[in-house]
């Protein structure tokens, strides 16, 4: 390989070597033909190829969720993809679909899931996910919490009201 005085040069890759995509490990050796910085591109059935544009794979909110920022939030679960406003949560699977609201407003969502089960809180309302019917409904049951997580399968919750 030349490297010409303004430190240009040429290198050619070959197309397998591409088409690997991304080192599997930070601690791959040298030279084993792997990418370790690749912009705009990724490595999928032995082929680069280009990502996808956005633009096409963004949830249309503005119609449905016209509060302020922070809203909308998205919570990507395991089974179900929610967009909550304010008031409103809805369920994204390629269209928004209104499940619950409007509850009485109060800070940020929190929440967790366990697969089809959902428990979240705004710091005011209480809501649960049904597994079986699968229907939103808020609760008096269940501690109403400004913070949710889950911490090795256990559902752990801060700012009790």
Partial sequence: MEILRDGTFSFNIEGEALARGMRPSKRSPRNAKYLVKCVGAVGLDNVLQVIDGLETDRVDTIANILDAFPYPQVFVFTNVILVCG????????????????????????????????????????????????????????????????????????????
Avoid at 104 to 120: N, P
Avoid at 129 to 158: E, W
Wanted: proline residues 4%.
């Fill in 86 to 161: 304010r008031q409103d949560i809805y369920e994204y699977d390629g269209t928004l679909t209104h499940v619950l609201g409007p509850v009485t407003a109060g800070q940020l969502w929190s929440a967790v899931d366990f697969f089809d089960f959902i428990y979240m809180s705004n710091g005011v309302v209480a809501v649960l996910r049904d597994p079986q019917s699968k229907v939103y409904a808020t609760t008096t049951d269940q501690p109403i919490a400004n913070a949710i997580c889950n911490f090795n399968g256990q559902v752990v919750i801060g700012g009790i009201e």
